[in-house]
């Protein structure tokens, strides 16, 4: 007698095959960015290790070495280390920004699986070897530079292929709330990252960047075997990118219309859209010179967070490392909420404008009775993590594939790739400069770094003014419309 089908299978059958290829889809891309900020991550947590107070620990066992500073680790034992950390994150960040214009271009040309898994193993190769600086007792600064370059370059494969992907099978309608959520990889990754950190940054810290390097290879490997770039290679439909409104009216589409959409049917291919051209595209530009603010705010914290909270606290460096994921907790809230009110009002640079206003008065207030007890640094942390990266996150996903998918393109898909790396990639920039004038400005107080990160985010909220004013103006001139058809039984 022949068993029943297994009731996982059944489920399975049960799902229309379009849902179980988005739905694989989504996991992946998930999976593949969440190991890209785990194994971004390790070094904020790592830095409080790197210097210690060594008075607190004891006497000096070697007594050619300076009392405090003894058992921190050369060359970051130096009066001068917050520079140093600086540096460090600016060789990441500066070749992140700089790769992430070239990246989107290579990304339009290569296959996407490819480029992905590809850089997913570079990307776990070198967080490894800087975990490897520990065991082979390396304290040359340039070694780890280097190493934070090429990671650098190699990370920046990540973002361009999985908004890609993901801007391929969903369309505009749900855009911000599944983007929204699925853009929580963010912050899933960071909280990952900090507690794989955490876990052994106090013993042997080269295994804080060793087992996320492992992670996010591993990763990549399950990619190339199960991803797929286009609904159109597996026979299902692809999604509508442009409003109703936008296109034919269903009931005078034809059967010859019918048939020229038809996913089995290859479409003609077109030419991958300039750099220039992309530029031209209505709301990039202004939206890259938001985010250059945002993810200055954004990464300041990702960081520099855990050693503030060292520094003002006076929370040990796993403690720290641990509080600091309530920021990223209110990043992945923030990141939905947003999505959500930008796709039920249809603005999405009001939804960002909106948070980024809110967000400069609660930084001021974090800084200043954000510490007076472990209750408010909690509430603080997760409220401004959801303003500070709710607009950064839509920014990045929703936003990014609108603009990919733009009806001025006329079906061009072959530019969400490129628009999502000038995006991004002038975002970058901004992530650069942020841990950058955090570490020059710090020595002379948190204040100063926590005025300069008020003023970043006043600074974007002013970039998107005229966006705004063209999405209230729509707003208006529908209800008018509204208003003067009702009588007629027309909506807007």
């Known amino acids: 007698m022949r068993a029943a089908l297994a009731p996982g299978v059944r489920l399975l059958r049960a799902v229309p095959r379009d849902s179980r290829y988005r739905g694989l889809t989504l996991v992946l891309t998930f999976l593949s960015y969440t190991?890209?900020?785990?194994?971004?991550k390790p070094i904020s947590i790592v830095k409080s290790q790197l210097h210690l107070n060594c008075s607190a620990l004891g006497t000096n066992p070697h007594n050619d070495s300076?009392?405090?500073t003894w058992c921190s680790w050369a060359p970051f034992d130096q009066d001068n280390y917050k520079e140093l950390f600086g540096a460090l994150d600016n060789a990441f960040l500066v070749a992140y920004a700089i790769g992430m214009f070239i990246s989107g271009i290579f990304g339009e040309r290569l296959p996407l699986r490819y480029y992905l898994s590809g850089g997913m193993l570079l990307s776990g190769i070198f967080t490894a070897l800087f975990g490897f600086g520990y065991f082979l007792n390396i304290h040359v600064l340039w070694?780890?530079?280097?190493?934070?370059?090429?990671?650098?370059?190699a990370q920046t494969t990540g973002w361009p292929s999985v908004v890609a992907c993901v801007g391929n099978?969903?369309?505009?309608?749900?855009?911000?709330l599944i983007m929204g959520i699925w853009n929580s990889h963010t912050s899933v990754g960071n909280i990952l990252g900090s507690l794989i950190a955490g876990a052994w940054v106090s013993s042997e810290w080269g295994l804080s960047f060793i087992v996320p390097g492992i992670i996010i290879a591993a990763v990549g490997i399950?990619?190339?075997?199960?991803?797929?770039e286009h609904p159109e290679d597996v026979g299902c439909n692809p999604p509508l990118q442009h409003d109703a409104s936008d296109e034919k009216d269903p009931e005078g589409v034809t059967s010859e219309d019918r048939s020229s959409t038809d996913p089995k049917e290859p479409a003609e291919e077109l030419e991958a859209i300039s750099f220039l051209g992309a530029l031209r595209i209505p709301g990039v530009v202004e939206f890259s010179l938001c985010l250059l603010f945002a993810k200055l705010v954004s990464y300041t914290f990702l960081y520099w967070l855990p050693l503030y909270i060292v520094n003002v606290a006076h929370f040990g460096a796993k403690e720290a490392g641990d509080l600091s994921t309530l920021f990223d907790v209110g990043g992945i809230l923030g990141g939905i909420f947003a999505g959500l009110i930008s796709d039920y009002t249809g603005g999405r640079a009001t939804t960002c404008c909106v948070m980024l206003v809110v967000a400069a008065p609660?930084?001021?207030?974090?800084?200043h009775v954000g510490q007076n007890g472990i209750g408010t640094s909690i509430a603080m942390l997760i409220v401004c993590g959801a303003l500070v990266n709710g607009p950064y996150a839509l920014i990045t996903?929703?936003?990014?594939?609108?603009?990919g998918t733009h009806e001025s393109l006329k079906g061009n898909a072959r530019a969400l790739s490129t628009v999502t790396a000038i995006i991004d990639g002038t975002g970058s920039v901004g992530a650069a400069l942020g841990p950058l004038l955090a570490g020059l400005i710090s020595p002379t107080g948190w204040n100063n770094v926590f005025y300069m990160l008020i003023a970043a985010d006043v600074l974007a909220c002013l970039l998107l003014a005229r966006v705004?004013?063209?999405?209230?103006?729509?707003?208006y001139g529908c209800m008018a419309r509204k208003r003067g058809y009702v009588q007629r039984g027309v909506g807007c």
């Open 35 to 40: 190991s890209y900020h785990l194994s971004r």
């Open 66 to 68: 300076n009392s405090t």
């Open 143 to 153: 070694y780890y530079i280097i190493v934070q370059v090429c990671n650098g370059l």
């Open 169 to 176: 099978w969903f369309g505009k309608g749900k855009r911000g």
């Open 222 to 228: 399950v990619c190339f075997f199960f991803l797929v």
């Open 362 to 367: 609660m930084l001021f207030l974090y800084n």
């Open 397 to 403: 996903t929703a936003v990014s594939a609108d603009l």
């Open 468 to 475: 705004v004013v063209k999405e209230v103006r729509a707003w």
